[in-house]
């Protein structure tokens, strides 16, 4: 069995940073591509940022040049550095990632809780 577990929520002030991280554990052959989704109440979830097992990353327009996603296969680690955060970037953040538990088998997408990002002006 396969988790996803997120950290590094919290709340914050308008132009603070918050570093999250995405922790996949369980039995993984490899990771795929994974993602940061994030979702404000009463709005639909939206996709935040992306990296590819190769390194190639993508940014929502909202967060370019502020949001930085990277990850550590070698820790099965995914993180999102958050820069001058705002107010509208206040939501929950989730991450997911298409994982392969095994040679022979293909990728299979999870998803994890949730981290609550709050963001005071």
């Known amino acids: 069995q396969v988790q996803l577990v997120e950290s590094g929520g919290g709340l914050v002030q308008a132009g603070g940073s918050l570093r999250l991280s995405c922790v996949a554990s369980?039995?993984?052959?490899?990771?795929?591509?994974m993602d940061w989704y994030r979702q404000a109440p009463g709005k639909q979830r939206e996709l935040v940022a992306a990296?590819?097992?190769?390194?190639?990353?993508n940014y929502a327009d909202a967060v370019k040049g502020r949001f930085t996603i990277s990850r550590d296969d070698a820790k099965n680690t995914m993180y999102l550095q958050m820069n001058s955060l705002k107010p509208e970037d206040t939501a929950v953040y989730y991450c997911?990632?298409?994982?392969?538990?095994?040679?022979?088998?293909?990728?299979?997408?999870?998803w994890g809780q949730g981290t609550q990002v709050t963001v005071s002006s």
């Open positions: 990296i590819a097992s190769g390194g190639s990353t």
């Open positions: 997911r990632a298409d994982i392969r538990t095994s040679y022979n088998r293909g990728p299979v997408e999870y």
């Open positions: 369980g039995s993984i052959y490899s990771l795929n591509t």
